[in-house]
């Protein structure tokens, strides 16, 4: 009977083989060859390279650059789950509500998620442009001197940060949408026969009964946010300077152009870390505030 | 039976696999990659097409435009190179380990004198260069009337300020530079930086640069003169975001004076904005009255042969179609540049009389590609943006990275 249930699970197990084998091709072996790689000179394509070994880790807490993009990349994650949340809620619980063209609207709020962020970098970029831009456009109409919106580094991160916040707000809309279809009714029309205030309501029963969702919606828009790549590319290529990069971008760049592939690969792994300690952070602090419905 | 059917079909299939082999040797397949954008890449591709019909080799044609050099150093990381491609300034710095010299070659003679160096090591050549990028300033002829400046009279950078001031007083942009890539700082730098580092015999740098030694003080002063030219208001409002297509326009309607784009602004100003576009070519000035005004003189479109090639006769026979004067002619006309074979004659319209009156002007290749280790660019752009931003401390802040990375690069 042993032998049959062995026999059994070890049928079962071989399964598991193709998906492991994948997973060693593609994610473990070039972790570990990216970890080898950040303790080299390695320029990215040369047959040659020197190990070095942790002179790039020594190299990267003194360079500002990378301090630069640590900060913005922060800012790229707190801000986008800050404004994608704040919004996704507001829209999702107005969106609950019964009115005509409902389904209208939360396709056109939903709309600019199906663009690929390259792109909507891109139609931006034609927003916020000093002679051709439609913003100035509109301040010219207004008799308001023209702006040069992307010049300033530290107006761009905040503008970047926004762009991406609207582009995929319509997700946490989704979720949150989802999220209020599930609690149950009776929980309000008790409200209801106690006389509980709309406010009260919201924040005591939607709000701890919709924890599930924000924690879905949260590490969603964190993880995203934290990792922002295309939309810096294409709005300011990480500039002026090195002003608005994320440590994604900042790898690219130092990798690519700057031809540093092992200490860009040092840049990656600590940023594969501080993702790794943020994401798990806030996921477990949203999971104790989960109810059971 | 059936066993004598499983062996006529298992020497049919062995049979067309030989046949097929064959027939691919006969006719390959070769895959070409070049850089850039616009007309010539256009000129190529239909040269390439031609060429399939000439011969019936068929050329997987490849232009990847901005990314061209992330997927070319991908490929080259991964050993696994285009037959032939387009080494955009590179041959030798980048390229040459990846390259087979072309010295056996039947174009190989007929190379100017004047870029075989670029193009070579160690005796080899590695590529079949099409043009000499031979460029200064460009400027517009109508706004230098205007204002009353007369470009022969430009000999150091002071005398080029004070021709932008005049520029300023008639309310046009002096110089136009669209820094959003970064690029056209970059091409600011490579510019400027010969005169204050080597163009000048008495005190040249040239060769300590050579042997890894960057001295950041020049480079600081060249920081400098770009951040003075944006307090001056001698730069376009938008310096820091405006493109490269901004500037082509700015200096092809008249609306600036000056920019820091090789001849194809001209060309491309001509051809897609103004085709009245009044605009000619200087030489770069000096920093000081003591020496002489020069050129930038470097590898323009050049292809050469991955050494590893499956199809060797098939790309050595691209190359030699790709030369004949007719061909090359056609790459040359579309860049605005001179030819770099001796049998090539091109007439470049309104550009040829800039590239005869100034034939005695000294030439200096590009300074990241002649003095600094590959991988250099970026820094330079970026640290250009900063400049234009006027960021606090940028002007320093740029010298002093170069210099780091010029270090790191170096393995100092």
């Known amino acids: 009977m042993l032998n049959a249930m062995q026999s059994k699970n070890r049928t079962i197990n071989l399964f598991y083989v193709p998906a492991l084998v994948l997973f060693a091709f593609f994610v473990v072996y070039p972790f570990v060859k990216g970890i080898y790689l950040s303790m080299t000179n390695w320029n990215g394509y040369s047959r040659s390279f020197k190990i070095i070994g942790l002179a790039n880790y020594k190299n990267l807490f003194a360079d500002k650059n990378v301090r630069r993009a640590f900060v913005n990349t922060l800012i790229y994650g707190a801000g986008s789950t800050v404004i994608q949340n704040l919004l996704g809620i507001l829209l999702a619980v107005l969106l609950n509500q019964k009115f005509r063209g409902r389904g209208f609207v939360r396709t056109v709020i939903y709309l600019p998620v199906m663009i690929a962020p390259l792109i909507m970098g891109y139609i931006m970029y034609f927003f916020f442009n000093y002679s051709r831009g439609a913003l100035n456009d509109i301040l010219k109409l207004l008799s308001l001197a023209p702006v040069d919106w992307l010049a300033d580094g530290n107006r761009s991160v905040w503008i970047l940060t926004l762009v991406n916040s609207l582009q995929f707000v319509g997700i946490s809309m989704v979720i949150y949408l989802a999220g209020l279809q599930n609690i149950p009714g009776v929980y309000y029309e008790a409200a209801d026969i106690d006389g509980i205030t709309p406010s009260k309501k919201f924040l005591f029963i939607t709000l701890p009964l919709l924890m599930p969702a924000i924690t879905s919606s949260v590490t969603l828009n964190l993880i995203g946010g934290l990792k922002l790549y295309d939309v810096i590319i294409a709005l300011t290529g990480g500039g002026p300077g090195y002003d608005t990069n994320s440590l994604s971008t900042l790898i690219y760049r130092y990798y690519f152009g700057g031809e540093r592939a092992g200490y860009a690969s040092a840049i990656g792994l600590v940023m594969f870390v501080f993702i790794m300690i943020v994401s798990n952070i806030v996921v477990r602090g949203l999971q104790k505030r989960q109810v059971e419905l | ?412």
């Not at chain 2, 435009?65 to 150093?73: L, Q, V």
């Not at chain 2, 110089?175 to 959003?180: K, P």
């Not at chain 2, 042969?305 to 090359?328: C, F, G, M, R, S």
């Open chain 2, 1 to 412: 039976m059936k066993k004598v059917f499983t062996v006529v079909i298992a020497v049919l299939m062995c049979a067309s696999v030989v046949f097929a082999q064959a027939a691919a040797e006969e006719n390959p397949t070769i895959s070409v990659w070049v850089s850039g954008a616009g007309s010539q890449v256009e000129v190529l591709k239909a040269a390439c097409e031609d060429f399939t019909a000439e011969t019936g080799i068929k050329v997987e044609f490849s232009a990847p435009g901005d990314t061209y050099e992330e997927m070319m150093k991908t490929k080259m990381a991964s050993n696994d190179l285009p037959d032939v491609f387009d080494t955009h300034g590179w041959a030798v710095v980048r390229y040459s380990d990846y390259l087979m010299p072309v010295n056996d070659m039947a174009f190989y003679k007929n190379i100017s004198s004047q870029i075989i160096p670029t193009v070579s090591k160690d005796g080899k050549t590695y590529v079949l260069p099409f043009d000499m990028d031979l460029t200064g300033i460009v400027y517009n002829v109508d706004v230098m009337n205007e204002a009353g400046v007369d470009v022969d009279k430009i000999k150091t950078w002071a005398d080029f300020e004070a021709a932008c001031e005049k520029i300023k007083a008639i309310g046009k942009t002096p110089v136009t530079l669209g820094g959003s890539s970064g690029v056209t700082v970059g091409w600011y730098y490579d510019r400027v930086a010969p005169s204050f580092y080597y163009t000048d015999e008495t005190n040249s740098k040239a060769a300590d640069l050579k042997s890894g030694k960057f001295d950041p003080k020049p480079w600081e002063e060249i920081s400098a003169m770009l951040d003075r030219w944006v307090s001056k208001g001698y730069l376009n409002a938008d310096c820091v975001t405006g493109d490269f297509m901004g500037d082509i326009t700015a200096i092809s309607t008249a609306k600036a004076g000056f920019d820091f784009i090789q001849n194809v602004a001209i060309t491309m100003g001509r051809a897609n904005v103004n085709p009245d576009g009044n605009m000619g070519m200087m030489p770069i000035p000096s920093k000081s009255a003591s020496d002489e005004p020069s050129l930038i003189s470097g590898e323009g479109v050049a292809l050469g042969i991955w050494k590893d090639t499956k199809h060797k006769a098939a790309a050595e026979k691209l190359l030699n179609y790709l030369a004949q004067p007719e061909v090359a002619a056609k790459v040359c006309t579309a860049t605005g540049n001179v030819p770099a074979l001796t049998n090539v004659k091109v007439d470049l319209g309104v550009l040829q009389q800039y590239i005869d009156k100034y034939s005695d002007v000294e030439a200096f290749n590009y300074f990241d590609r002649a003095y600094c280790p590959s991988g250099m660019w970026d820094v330079m752009c970026a640290t250009g943006q900063d400049v234009l931003a006027q960021k606090s401390g940028a002007v320093a802040e740029s010298a002093k990275q170069m210099k780091s990375t010029f270090d790191a690069l170096w393995g100092n």
